[in-house]
Structure formats: C-alpha cells, structure tokens
C-alpha cells in the first residue's frame, strides 16, 4: 500500500527549527561523515528525505534523531547548506511534542510567546503558593530553624510532589515513546529476555553518554557530562543535604564544598552555551530555537538566585535570603517544566539507545523484505 | 600443409575499411588470407571485379559496406546489396559455391566484427577447398587436344 | 602517357611493421618489378626525413609515380600526398599500401603477414601505373541564403547573414515567425520573458531590406549544387491570398524547421486526455501566458505536480534525453511558487539534468523554494488515478521512490507532463528535398557530431537547432550563428573548391540509356534530351561510383577508381 | 576492280545455319559477291570438299568467313585449316564471335548432354544405351567421327581470328558492308569487330528512355506495351543498353527485349557482369526479402545475361568439377 505524501510537513517542522530541509538533494554526505550512521539507524540523509516527503508515520516511528548528538559535521559537510544538524534537532524537538501527551510540549515549541507565559504562571502559581505557606505557618524574617518561613521539611515535601509530577510525566511519555518506536510495529518483535539483556544501556548512556564522545570533538561532550554531573550533585544535595545545606549561617564545609563546586561547573557551562549561541561560533550553536534561550535563561536564573539566597543568608539578611529563595524556587519550578522539551531528552537519549540496541537485528532481518516488495512494481512496470 | 585460401576484399573507405583500421589499432589478430582493395563504397563494386577476381585465382571474395540505413552514399549499400542477390543467382549457374562469395555489413566501429568475419569466412572456405582455376590453370589449345585424343 | 617510373617506399614504422613484416625482404621483391625505378626501406617514412627521400628521388630519377607502403591512407595519404606536391609532380600519382593496421598490427604469422604486406604492396605498384593526374576544380558561390524555418535559430541565422550585406530568403511553414519559442513564457534559468528575446529580432527580420520573408511557403524543390543551389519555393496550401511559387538563387541553405513535442496522449498510463487536469508543458506555458492558472473546472490548483521525461529515455517511446525540459519544470516550480505561494509543487524526475550555465543554481534555488523532488526508476513509470472523495486533491500519482526506497502516492490537483521533443513529421520529406540524412530517431546528422556540428554531408546544406537534435535556446541560437558563419566564409572564398575524385560520363561511349539516372544519391547525374546523354555534375557528385558499375557500356569513369586501377590491384593482390 | 577475283571460303562451324542464310539474304547483292569473288568452300551452297581446301598453298584463300561455334574436333579441325590456308579469318555470327547459343551449353557437361539425348530421352527404345563414341570398330574395320567435346569453344580459342562480324545472324546490310569493305581493302585494324557500332543498342533505339526503377519484372505478353517507351521502363528485361548496336534495333522494334548477339561493347570484359550490374541496380527494393521476389520474375538470369557470349565470357562455363 502507497504511503502518503505530505507536503505540509515541511511547514510544520519549520516551527521547530528545521528550516532548510528542502535544500538537500541527498548526495549522503551527512549520512558518510556521522560516525553514528549504520544500518539500519541511517541518518541524517533517510529523516531528511522522509521529512522532505511528509511521510509523517515513518517519522513518528524512527529512533535516528535520538542516536544523533548534534556534533555538527554533517551541517559542515552539506554542499547544500541543507543544515542536517539543525533538522535532526528540530525533529527532535518535534517528536518531543508528539511523545508528550500533555500536549503543551507541543505549544511551548510551536510558539516562544506561549512558553514565556506558561513560564511566567508556573512561576506565579509556585509563588502563591509558597507565600500562602510562609505567612500562615512561619516568619519571613526567619530563614531556618523551627518556624523559618520555608523550613526544610516543607521544602521536602514540595521537592517530593515535584518528582512525582516530573516522573510520573517521563514515564507516561517515555511509555509512548516506546509504543510509537517499538510497541506498535509490527516488524519488531522484541522478546523480553532482549530487554532485560539490554538495559544495562539505560544508566550507561545517561551517566557516561559514551557515543558522545566518538562525535568530533570533545568539548561538548565534557561539558554535558559537567553539567549532568552538577544536576546530580544537587538532586542528591537538595534530596538528602537540604538540612544542612539550609543551617547556617556559618559554612559547613563538607556538605556546601559539593555545592559550591555544582554551582560553578552548571554556571560555567550556561555561560559558555549563553556566549556560544550569541556568537553562533559553533555548527550546533548557530540556530536557536526559542525553546533554548527559555532553557538557558531559566538555568542561569536558577543558579543566580541560588547562589545569590546562599550568600544572603550566610550574610545574616534572612529577609532577603527568603525572598531571593522564594524567587529562586520560582525559578525551579519553571525550569522543571522543561522536562516537557528541552530537558526531555536526557530521558529519550538513553531510552533511544536501548531501543535501537533492540530494534537492530529484527529491522535488519526485515530490511530485506521491503527491497525485494519494491521490485514488483518495477516489474510490473 | 594445410591450404591458406586466398580472398580478396573490397571494402568500402568509409565504413568497412575504416573498422578494419580499428580492428588493427585495437590489435585485434584474424587469419592473414584478405587482401584488401579499398573502393569508396560498396556500390562501387563492379561484378566484373568479383568474376576477374574469381578468374585470377581468388578462393574467395569478400564485400563489405556500411551497415543499411548508414551508408555514407545513404543507399550505396542497398545496391551493393541487389548486385550481390542477382550475381550469388548467376555463381550458382556457373557451379562456384556459396560460401566463396560474401556481403557484409561492417560499421567503423566494429574491427571486432570485422576479425570475426574474415576469421569465419576464411574457415568456410578453407573448408571448401582451392579455386578451380587455381587447381586446373589450363590454357584452351592444349586443353582442346586432350579432349581431341580422349 | 610517359612510361611510368615508380618509386617504392615501405615504412618500417618504427617497429611497429619491421617487427611482424619484412620489409627489406619485400623492398628487394618489389625492385625486380617492372616500371620500378628505386625500392627503399625508411624507419618512418611520414618523419620530415622520410619525405625528404620521396622529393629527392623524384627529382633524381624524375619518377613520375610513387607508391608507400606504411599505415592506412586514412592516417597519412594526405601527408605523402603534400609531398608529391612539394616535388613537382601530380599529388594524384600516389598510392597507399596499408601495411600496418591492416597487416602488421593483425597478424603474427611473419610469413603470411610479410606475403599479405608483399601482395598488397604489388597491387599498389600496379594500380599507380595507371593513377592519372587530376586537379581540383572550382565553381563560382552565389552570396544568397535560403534559410528554413523562422523560428530562434532560423530568424538568428537569417539576421547573421543578412547584416553581413547577404540577401536571405527566410522561407516559414506558418504565418507566423517565432517557432516553439513563440509558445514559451519565460525562460529558465534566467527566466527572461521569450516574448522579449523573440520581438526585438522579429522586428528586424521583418524590417530587414536584405531578408526576404516567406510566410505560409515551404520548400518545394531544390536543385544544383553548394554556392548554386536553385530553390523552388511556394505556398503550403494554394489558398487564395497564399504567395505563388517562386524559384531563387541561392548558394547554402541552412535548415532550421525545429521540432514537434511528444504527444502525450501516447503515454496511457498518464490518462491524458481522459483526466482534465493532467496537461502537457505546452499547455501549462499557455496558461502562464495568459496569466492565470486553474484546473478545467475553473478552480485554483493547490497541489501541482511536475512528470518529467515523457517520451523521453524510455524503452517504449524515444530513448534520448530531451535537454530541455527539467530546466522547464524547475521555471515551472518557481513560476508557480511565485503565483501562488501557498501551492505546493512535486517534481516527479528520473535525473536531474542541469549541465547547463547557471543551471545548479536553478536547481538549488527551486528546491529552496520547497519544491519536492521525487524519483523514480528510467522504464518504471507514476500512475495518476482520481483522488478518493475523503481526499482533499483531485489525483493521485502512485511512484516507486527511488531515493527514499518508499511506494508513495503523491497528491495533486494539476499535473503537468514535460513532454519531450521529436522531429518533426515532415522532417524526412525536408530531408530528401535538400538531400541529408536521418538518424534512427529522425533528427539530421551532421557531417561530423564533434568537429562539423553544423555542415551536413551534403555540401552547402547546413543544419541548425532543434531539427539536428534536441537542445536549448543557447546551444540553438549558437548553431545558428556558427552556420551563417560557415557561410559568410564560403561567401567572402567567392570560389567552391570540387573535389578531384568525381564521377565523369564519356559522351563518346554514352548511349542515354538512363540506367544510372535513378541511382544517384545526389542527383548528380542529368540527361540532356537533346543530346540523349547522361552528365554527372561533378560539383554534386561525391564518387562513390555506384553509376559507374552500373553502367553497361563502361561510359561513367570513376576518376582515381577507374576498372583499370582496381583490376591492376586485382591482379596484383593474386599474383 | 582488282584482276584477279577474291578468294573466299565460308564454313559453318557448330550452329543453326542462320549465319549462311544471312549472307544470302543480302538478296541480289550475292550476284556481286560472286562477280568479284570466287567461293572455293561454302558448304551449306557450293559443291567441296575439305581435301580441296588442304590441296590449297598455305595462304592462298584471301578470307574464310566462319560461323558457328567449335563444339568438336571437327569443328577445330576446319578451323585450323582455314587459319592456314586463308590470309584472314574472320569470326562471323556470334557463335563463333562469342559461342552464341551453343555456348550455353557450357552451363552443363558432355555427359549430361548425351544422357538427356541418347540415355533419358522418351523417344530411346528401352535398353538402347548407343552413344556416339569418336572410334567404333565395326568387323574389323575402325569408323571414326568427330570428338564432341566437353565445353564449347569460341573461334578464337582454337585459332587466332582477323576480324569479328556479330550479330545472330549479321544483318545482311551489315554483311554486305563488310563484304565490299573487304573487297575495297578498308577494314580497320585487326582483331576487331566489323560490321557492328561502336554504341549500345539504345543509341538506335527510338523508344523513349525515363529514370528507371523496377518494381516487378514483366514477360512481353504479360503487359500491354507502350511502344513509344523504353522497356525497361515497362519492365520487361532488355539487354540492349550492354549490347552493341548494328542490329537495327530488330528485337525492341518487335516488342522483345534485345537478346544481346551483337555482344559487348567496346572494353567491356565480360557482357553478362555489365547486365547483372545494371539490371540489379536499377530494382526497387532495399530488403532481401523484396529484392528476391523481384528477381523471381527474372528467372534463369545466367541465360538471360549469357544468353550469347557464356564462353566469352570470365568463367566459360560451369566450372563445378
């Protein structure tokens, strides 16, 4: 049965970012330079012609744009300025929205104006709510201890209704992500003997992201790696540390050392990501989608008044600290909800490795059979 | 020793003398029995020349001219083609066999097909053996006298 | 006649002959022959040296003949023959033995190959016995151009000649100069408007005082030969107001009657004619003509899709590439991008020619504009069938894929078949009128596809265009130009070299039975009634002497293949 | 006149006669003949015998006029002869000019000759296989008569000839041209053919000559003829453009194409090449399928273009062995 063509795809897409598709006439270079293009995962060339013909199921089954970590050689290679890259990127971003089944993923990506207010009022909810809580149970002029105005304890259990929403939305979409890629096609059958064989990949990829480092050059590999490392320390800090990350105002060393040391290397990689894109002084950095200014924007935020709450109250201004907290959980909050876009794929990427790992042999064994179903009209003919 | 046939050939300059060229820039080897006589085209191949050449002791005689449709003369060959149907009618009455008389189709760009000929051609009449007049060279008086005394 | 003294050069080539043949061997041979004044070997014999030898004898022992045996005379006849000439005798006492590609390089046997070389060699000495002098003659060359065809290349060449001073007779089927062009909107890839390139020179062709313009005529007869051509022209159709025949002077023609487009009704699997909106390019440049697009029914079209090669490179119809149209689909793609914005057009291909001048760029810039390209196989073929109701296009067009390897039904509410080129119907008509000959495919073949793209075999006949093979308006426009040059240098010679090879009747011997009169692919040869003889006109004449067997009475001699040289070769090659 | 009255044999070799009755039809012009001539051998009219003639000194007849073609030993013994005994010899009738009608005999062999006419043939009693033999011994006495030989000879392949007269028979004007050329003592060179011209039959041929193109060929009561045109036009086979003239145009003027007798022209090596030549030529048709049907309404072409001068011509005859 004929797949239909869809022209209007292309438009689409182009409100995720990838604007310059229709220039490729599929010479294959991209596909030749990617160090991770091998049967049957090949790209960027197949997605590109896809993507050119609106053969939207194809695309909201394939794996590639996850197995591609945007290293840029590609874009530099295209004697057609067709930008590989960038459409891998924003068919990421777009099979994102179609993974997510809230439906604002989609929203936030198709229109920046959308995103800043939907940031603005999480953050104006997160504020309500936070300042109901500090002025009927607590002092504004205290900032830890029994009746500070956000005590730990509250605090943990704000944290934990977050992780729940966050996970509970991460698992439902990575679930579809499974089902669209995996589960609902028939060419795929995929014992579950494979799957417990495989998932060792998961923690591997999401820790090391090992394939990342085989892309050109290493640099951005290192600094993914700082920032996810300064992620962890801080969940891990905030999860079990809160107490005394809060206990002040002296400093205690031991714990806010980790603290200290996460906060450069998150800032340190935000700034360099900031300065890059402003630059445009990177394949990867030249296009930027407004989804990532959001991104970087809210990080900086979150690190600034971080850092900023800490010192206030190490400098005994718990008024102060508290507000700038307030602002800072704010921000928090905001940033968290990029787990519907950006930050997403810190989910996909692994999940697409593990995928792929089982999708390899049952696509291979069925790649013959569709070579030989394009013979007969050929025949025919 | 085996008999080496004599043929000669008449081969039109544009087409067929032109791949026998080829055939030797390209050192494509074939038997050494066809002596080439170069005409302009096939058309210009008189039957006279074919029966002198019969007469003088040729074992065979082969003609060759573009392929139809690419005549240089654009019908040259097509009456080289009805001379040559009329003239194989007339050998049959004279008792000279088939094969020692040949039209062929050879472009500038076939010295293979050209090699192939003449290779196939001196095979047939290697096979059919030498010219009568070669065998028997027999000047008429004397000729008359044997019959006289027979 | 003075006895013949023959001088005998065999070429050793280097080793090229010396290492199969023997050449001193056969030299000694060829020495005892009669007539034979000086035998000689040389390591080349078409090195200046080598040459030198052939002057020097000639002069000491006054030989009046020579014959070399070396390559093929299709190498160096020419060279040996300069020679001659540099000696002081007729280039036509010459003769080749062609020893090397037809001997040395073929064969191994040194025996056989050396009898082979001696045999050809002995038949050369006693052909050139009776080689006779000829020299070259020349005919006046009338200035006047007839040229067929008024479109682009027709009215560019007409113009060329014309503003060099020449009259030109510029003889046009229809009643209207400008061709296939005159159909066209604008041009890719710089898309120029083709009424703009085409006004201006109409104008002027109309205007000129050195063109004369026949419309509604076509060429009815031509006679005479290069430089004095008689050309009978007249009405296509004898309607009243149509121009009567009239019979000009010319010295060269150029032919530029054009081509015709595939008829798309041909192809059935496209259903044209059956699905209004499936249209040939023809039709769609109309449309853009006229300025508006829309389907049968009168709607704007939103899905636009694009069939290349119809009738073109394909098994079943014609198996050339027609040049020009996937530069035409991409005009098309920016047109009606340009139009209607909100369309979207896919441009079903096999390749993508775009050798042209800025034609890439075309390309990139077509595709910059979102249109979608899809390929498919050379011998597979789309299929248009109607859209489902629920569809939200009028058709269909089911393709295998090639670049994606995908089975896909592409949407569309017009589809526009490129309809290919072919020659024209009348094409062999023309062709036996001014005497040129066809390929295969119907178009004119040149006297040569690289060297003499524009001259034909026929002397004076020169062809130009989209008639010679399907092309662009660059190209056309250029081989129109290259023509009228040919011409005005033919025209400012004044004189028509003939060559000395030519047929000649003996009137002493004629008796007017007319057998060779039809057999001439030239026309050459004319009976004159009074003197119930037939006349080769040497000019016409190209001495492939099919009259000269043919004739019963031994009249018609083949000059420089006369029955005396080839029987002497005859007898020499069996001796 | 000169005193003394030609010599003059006429013999006829292996021929129908018709050659003989030429001569006599040059009507009361005979009575000069024998005015100014003695015949010593004429055997068709006069009284002789070959002793006479071998009585004679070599040299002493002025002309021996032979026709008919040499078909055996007696026939080459006459020849001789007269070669002789006569100051020329002259090849009269295409017979002896090219070896006429007999020649065709050259397309088979002695053997299949005497099988069609002394084994084969219907009208031999069953059991009769006499053949002439060139010896029979018959009670002890020997019977001999001439050897039939195995092909037949044109004049000059036993003798050397002065002058050829062609035609089948000569036409008496022609004849008699000769004749008083002889008796004047104005022949041309030796060797060369008298009594004939030096163009094709066309030259002379009234009929109106176009382009020619044959799309089938006609036998003469297949057609109504346009007697105003050339017939090969209407396609009916007509040698006269490879023939001498000096005919008169006899045939074409009768509606048949010419046979070709008088022969080839000046230079022409072999008359029945030049026919095929031209004939196949001038065929409308470019595949071998269409030219061959064409050619079936020429059948037995050898005859047609050999029709007189088979062993004059390159091959002589069937050459198969």
Known sequence: ?381 | MTFEPKIVGFLCNWCAYAGADLAGTSRIQYPPNVRVIRVMCSARVDPTFVLKALREGADGVLICGCHPGDCHYTEGNYKALRRYQLLKKTLSSFGIEDARVRLEWVSASEGQRFADVVADMTEKVRALGPSVFNTAKQDQPQHVHQEATR | MAEPKIGVYICNCGTNIAKVVDCDGICQRIAKMPNVVVARTYKYMCSNPGQDMIVEDVRKHNLNRVVVAACSPRMHERTFRKALQTAGINPYFFEMANIREQCSWVHEDHDAATAKALAVTRAAVLRVAYNEPLEKLYADMCPNTLVLGGGIAGLSAALELADAGNQVFLVEKTDRLGGNLARVDLTAPHLYSARDLLTDRITRVREHPKIQLMLESELKNLSGFVGNFVALVGPVKSNGNAPREQSVEVGSVVVCTGYKEFDASRVTHYGYGKLPNVITSFEFEKMLREGKIQTKEGRIPQYFAIIHCVGSRSRDFHGYCSRVCCMTALKYAHEIKSALPKSYVSDVYIDMHAFGKGHEDFYRESSEVKTLFLMYGKNEHPVIKRAQPGDDCEMLIEVNEKLSGEVIEIPADMVILMVGMEARPGADHVARLVNISQDKDGWYIESHPKLDPVATTTEGIFIAGTCAAPKDIPDTVAQARAAAARILGKIARQKIEIDAVFAEVDEDRCSGCRMCNSLCPYSAIEFDEEKHRSKVNSALCKACGACVAACPSRAIKARHFTDEQILAQIEGVLA | MSPKKLQIALYWGAGCGGCDVAVLDTNEFILDVAALADIRLWPIAVDGKYQDVEKMVDGELDLAIFNGAVRNSENEHVAKLLRKKSKLLMAFGSCAHMGGIPGLANFTTKDKIFATAYLDNPSIEPGNHTVPLPETKLNGKTLNIPTFYDQVYKLDDVVEVDYYVPGCPPAPNQVKAVLLAVAQGQLPAKGSVVGASEHAVCEDCQREKKEKKITRFYRPWQIIQDPKQCLMDQGILCVGAATRSGCGVRCPNTGQGCRGCYGPLPGVMDQGAKILSSVSSIIDAKTPEDIQEILEGAPDFAAIAYRFGLPASLMQRNVSP
């Not at chain 1, 600094?223 to 320390?233: A, F, K, N, Q, R």
């Open chain 1, 1 to 381: 049965m004929a797949i239909r063509v869809n022209p209007r795809l292309i438009d689409d897409l182009e409100k995720y970012g990838s604007e310059d598709v229709s220039k490729c006439y599929h010479c294959g270079n991209c596909s030749a330079v990617c160090p991770h293009s091998k049967e049957p995962f090949i790209f960027p060339r197949r997605p590109m012609r896809t993507l050119q013909m609106g053969l939207e199921a194809n695309l909201k089954r394939s794996l590639e744009p996850w197995l591609c970590y945007y290293c840029g050689q590609c874009s530099e290679q295209c004697p057609r300025d067709a930008e590989p890259g960038e459409t891998m990127m924003g068919l990421r971003r777009w099979l994102t929205a179609w993974y997510d089944v809230t439906g604002i993923s989609r929203l936030t990506y198709r229109s920046w104006k959308f995103d800043l207010l939907f940031v603005l009022v999480l953050g104006a909810l997160t504020c309500a709510g936070l300042l109901l809580y500090g002025f009927t149970h607590g002092d504004i002029h205290v900032y830890d201890g029994p009746n500070a105005f956000l005590p730990v304890g509250f605090v943990h259990l704000f944290d934990l209704g977050l992780a729940v929403v966050l996970i509970s939305l991460v698992v439902l979409n990575s679930a579809r992500m499974w089902w669209f890629t995996i589960g609902s096609r028939k060419a795929i059958k995929v014992p579950i003997l494979h799957y417990l064989r495989g998932v060792y990949l998961l923690p591997l990829h999401f820790f090391t992201q090992k394939r990342f480092a085989q892309c050109g050059s290493k640099t951005l590999w290192a600094l993914h790696l700082v920032l996810v490392l300064g992620y962890l320390t801080m969940l891990v800090l905030i999860s079990f540390f809160l107490a005394q990350m809060q206990a002040g105002p002296e400093i205690n060393w031991n714990v806010h050392v980790f603290g200290y040391l996460a906060a450069i290397g998150i800032l340190g990689t935000t700034i360099f990501m900031l300065h890059g894109r402003l630059k445009q002084n990177r394949a990867q950095f030249k296009h930027t989608h407004g989804s990532d200014w959001m991104f970087l924007f809210l990080l900086l935020y979150v690190c600034t008044t971080g850092i900023l709450q800490h010192v206030l109250h190490r400098t005994g201004l718990d008024l102060w600290a508290n507000v700038v907290y307030v602002a800072h959980l704010m921000g928090v909050v905001a940033w968290l909800s990029r787990v519907l876009n950006k930050w997403s794929h810190l989910a996909y990427r692994p999940l697409a490795m593990f995928f792929a790992d089982l999708a390899t042999e049952p696509l291979l064994e069925t790649k013959k059979i569709p070579e030989v179903a394009q013979m007969q009209p050929a025949r025919a003919a």
